[in-house]
C-alpha cells in the first residue's frame, strides 16, 4: 500500500497539473501569482506552511475546472505525466519492483486527481488504486469532488474488500501525519521522510523511519521507544 505525492513521485501530482493547466492560459496571472507566493512562502521557511499553500493551489484548480475541458484537462495531465513519471524517489521506486516481483498486490491511495494517478500507477505496475474523482457529466465538470484520501483507513478496507485480500505480511508506505491511520492498518508500516509531526507519531508507534537524502538511504529501527 502507497502513498503517490511525495512517497514516490517526488513532488505532488496536484500542483503539477495545476501548473500546467496555468501554463496552458486556463489560469488568470493574479491567481496563478497568488499561488506561487504561497509554495514560495512555503519554500523559505519564512511564513506560511505547506498545508496552507496546498490550500491554495486546491482552491485556484478548482476555481478554473468548470471552464476547463476534458481534452484540455488531459493535454496537461499527459503533460505532467510525461515530466514526471520517472521523477520517483529510489526507494519506493526498488521496493514496488521488488514487491511485484514477490507476488504482492500492490494498491495506491493519493490525494491527487484520479486522471493523473491512473497514468502514474499503470506505469509503476500497481493493480488498483483510489484518488480524487472530479465529477463529469457529457459535456464538462460540475465541481463536486470525493476525496477518498480524507479517509486513507476506509479507502484501504475498501480495496482489501474489493479484491478479497488479508493484512497478513502488508506493508505500507507513507510520508505524512494523513497516511498514518492506512499504515495502522498493515503489519509493516514505514514511515518515508517524515516532517516532524509524521515522525513523533512514528517513533511512538514504534514504526520504521526511512530517509532518502542525495544518493543515501537510511533506514532507522526502533528501540526502546528510540531510533
Not at 511512538?204 to 531510533?227: A, P, T
Amino acid at each position: 500500500m502507497f502513498d503517490i505525492d511525495g512517497t514516490l513521485i517526488r513532488w505532488q501530482l496536484y500542483h503539477a497539473v495545476t501548473d500546467a493547466l496555468a501554463r496552458q492560459g486556463h489560469i488568470s496571472p493574479s491567481s496563478y501569482q497568488a499561488m506561487r507566493d504561497a509554495r514560495m512562502n512555503w519554500k523559505r521557511r519564512s511564513s506560511g506552511s505547506f498545508d496552507t499553500y496546498s490550500i491554495k493551489v486546491i482552491e485556484v484548480y478548482e476555481s478554473i475546472l468548470k471552464n476547463v475541458s476534458f481534452n484540455q484537462l488531459d493535454e496537461a495531465i499527459e503533460a505532467v505525466f510525461n515530466e514526471y513519471k520517472d521523477q520517483a524517489y529510489t526507494y519506493t521506486r526498488d521496493l514496488i519492483a521488488k514487491l511485484k516481483k514477490d507476488g504482492y498486490f500492490l494498491l495506491a491511495i493519493s490525494g491527487s486527481q484520479t486522471e493523473i494517478v491512473a497514468k502514474i500507477a499503470k506505469h509503476y505496475g500497481f493493480d488498483d488504486f483510489a484518488a480524487t474523482i472530479y465529477e463529469r457529466t457529457r459535456t464538462g465538470f460540475t465541481g463536486a469532488k470525493i476525496v477518498l484520501a480524507l479517509k486513507k483507513d476506509a479507502t484501504l478496507k475498501e480495496l482489501v474488500a474489493k479484491h478479497g485480500l488479508g493484512y497478513g505480511n502488508s506493508i505500507g508506505v507513507g510520508d505524512s501525519l494523513s497516511d498514518a491511520t492506512m499504515l495502522r492498518l498493515v503489519e509493516q508500516p514505514i514511515a518515508f521522510n517524515p516532517d516532524t509531526d509524521f515522525f513523533e507519531y512514528a517513533e511512538r508507534e514504534g514504526w520504521k523511519v526511512v530517509v532518502e537524502r542525495k544518493n543515501m538511504i537510511y533506514e532507522l529501527g526502533s528501540k526502546n521507544g528510540k531510533y
